[in-house]
């Protein structure tokens, strides 16, 4: 018994003296610059969320082996939101006041992105968007905090319509989940499209239930009405499975279909991606030709192993300006790093680029080829003769921008 | 839309009811016999999907032999799972009141979701089909996956299958008897509880079987389990409890109804199961093939 109670007592002074360290090392801790990452960890957005993670923290290694931001190591604290608003809007207060994070980064998730930015608003404090894309962030929703460094989902379904309509299609046919972001791209497209061929028809809509895994139904609904193309906002796995399921139907040997062909989508398919399909995507590693991208794509294949894909560069380029940001106004400060943002030209891995000022949206385009096998990745397709729709040309115009915050006031 | 077209989508129609039958078909037992709403019955199912989805990358292989070990190798598996689960957890609640019942098996969707999540990751995953039914074959002159007809001929082998295990065998006698009169045969020196594991465990092949045939049909993830247990709900209403001809019944014409109401109301298709369980439950309560309770 004596026994017992000495060695109760040695294992409490043991910790009481693990316990003195801690406060130690956190004096030092003080020099940090915490950034909050609101992320979407499981579910559709799962591998989404390992490419960024990825991308996100070889930028903070890098950046602190060459002394961090004005001399303060940076530190990344992540946290789930699991794809849902409300948690997401909880984990931003969080990261905020509990945290002290200097600088969040957004999710995968539009819905969460739009529940996170307002708090971002409340706290002025900065918030980067690099995948989660509704237009809503840069409109409606806008704050002088907030940046988007991914094309956004008008950029995207302008982008993809603009391209289309100058094929001699007539006959068109749309997929897509029955949510917001389905609605939004449905809307942007057919407008868009309409717009430069008005010859155009989009003849058949389908909207499958979000997390739908059998498009067994749907497949022949689409092929009844024999659209020459069908765009498809449908994402991830969404639209693996569509393909995977379709392919047998024959639907690709008459119809082409058009949609996100993301670098985690393709390889999710690997070679049962069928050949051809005209689509677009945010960021293609293989396509974009800088010496930037070269030197990322070196460091980041022989560091994982693995390709980076879209959301990876998308997050690295979003973090590249938010440093020069910082290097211009020589603050880490929230405050005067976003004064410092606004119309900020930065070389990211897409090349020279800059944040508009009055939306904040960085002028990334989208990349739209045709899917093709090639020599160098065995493993999956890539996209072909990758053209890229330039921002300029499809983004919403500062007029229409300024329309919309009138008839939403915040 | 010719004739052609129509016969087509009512093949299509009844190819999509298969994959739901043979699922459902687990629920319905283990629902009938049981009087347990297992809605863990989807996460069992999801299990032996990514099952499938790691065997099928051990075998490496596309041919029709290394399928045919994930059908012979992943429902005994999930059985064995259900046998850990019936004895340590289920065969306390049987007869016990339904909000129980519900807890208990809601909460274990979270925890086999959480252990899934785990072993598996959230990625999603496919399982190739094997190379024979990969492709495609003509059928009036247009496409049909020729996995779709495969399972056209599995379903119903396996609902017979299941017909005669449970109408002609002592098994079967045992098990319907267990429905009824679990007292009389317990009576007649019969272990009831042994009985119920069994029964249980067939469920649980049941759903391993369904998560097969899905694996190599759909990608897979972690939602698949929750968004096929409602469906599956739908049919066993509709078909009746325990009822394996109800389960296939249900399944057809939600598999060919939805596939007609697709095609000329959209948008409707998503209700079309569930306003038929209404319409069964208002006209006949006890399912198209059950029976009324006592």
Known sequence: ?410 | MNLQFMLFILINGLSQGMVLFIIASGLSLVFGVLRVINFAHGSLYMIGAFMAFSLSSLFAGKTLFAFLMLMLLVPPGVAILGLGLEVSLFRRIYRKEHLLQLLLTYSLVLILDGLTRLIWGGQIRNVPRPEVLAGSLDLFGLYFPSYNLFLLIVGPLLAAGLWVLLYRSRAGNYIRAAVTYPEMLGALGVNVPRVMTWTFMLGCFLAGLGGVFMSALANIDLSIGMERIIECFAVVVIGGLGSVGGAMLGSLIIGVGVAFIQIYFSRMALVFPYVIMALVLIIRPWGLFGKPER
Not at chain 1, 4 to 22: H, K, P, Q, S, Y
Request: proline share 4%; aromatic share 10%; with cysteine.
């Open chain 1, 1 to 410: 018994m004596k026994k017992m109670v000495i060695r109760l007592f040695g294992i409490a002074v043991v910790i009481t003296a693990l316990m003195g360290i801690v406060p130690a090392e956190q004096v030092l801790a003080d020099e940090v610059i915490k950034i909050g990452w609101i992320a979407d960890m499981g579910g559709i957005a799962a591998s989404f969320y390992k490419s960024q993670k990825d991308g996100i923290e070889m930028f903070i290694e890098e950046t602190n082996a060459t002394g961090g931001f004005m001399g303060k190591k940076l530190e990344l604290v992540i946290r789930d939101a699991d794809l849902k608003a409300d948690v997401g809007a909880n984990l931003a207060r969080e990261l905020i006041l509990n945290e002290k994070c200097e600088y969040l980064i957004g999710p995968t998730s539009s819905a969460v992105a739009l529940a996170a930015t307002k708090v971002a608003k409340e706290f002025k404090k900065i918030i980067f968007f690099h995948t989660s894309n509704t237009e809503k962030l840069t409109t409606t929703d806008f704050h002088p905090y907030m940046f988007q460094v991914v094309p956004n989902t008008g950029i995207e379904g302008r982008g993809i319509a603009y391209f289309l309509a100058q094929k001699p299609y007539k006959n068109y046919g749309y997929i897509g989940l029955d949510y917001a972001y389905g609605h939004d791209q449905h809307d942007a497209f057919k407008e868009s499209l309409l717009k430069t061929n008005p010859n155009a028809k989009i003849t058949v809509e389908v909207w499958p239930k979000t997390g739908e895994s059998n498009y067994g139904s749907y497949i022949p609904t689409l092929m009844a009405q024999n659209p020459e193309v069908i765009y498809s906002s449908l994402w991830g796995g969404a639209l693996s499975t569509f393909i995977k399921q379709a392919a047998p139907y024959g639907l690709f040997k008459k119809t082409t279909l058009s949609s996100l062909y993301d670098l985690d989508m393709l390889r999710a398919m690997g070679q049962e991606m069928p050949e051809n399909l005209m689509g677009y995507t945010r960021c293609p590693f293989y396509a974009v030709d800088t010496p930037q991208m070269k030197a990322f794509v070196d460091k980041f294949s022989k560091k994982f192993n693995d390709w980076p894909a879209d959301w990876a560069i998308m997050a690295y380029d979003g973090l590249l300006a938010l440093k020069k940001a910082v290097d211009t106004a020589g603050s880490t400060d929230s405050e005067k790093v976003s004064k410092a943002l606004d119309g900020l030209k930065w070389t990211s891995l897409r090349g020279e680029r800059y944040i508009r000022a009055e939306d904040h949206m960085a002028n990334v385009g989208i990349y739209v080829g045709v899917t093709a096998k090639d020599p160098k990745f065995k493993d999956f397709l890539v996209l072909k003769d990758v053209v890229e729709v330039p921002a300029e040309k499809v983004w919403m115009s500062v007029d229409e921008i300024k329309a919309q915050r009138a008839k939403n006031p915040q």
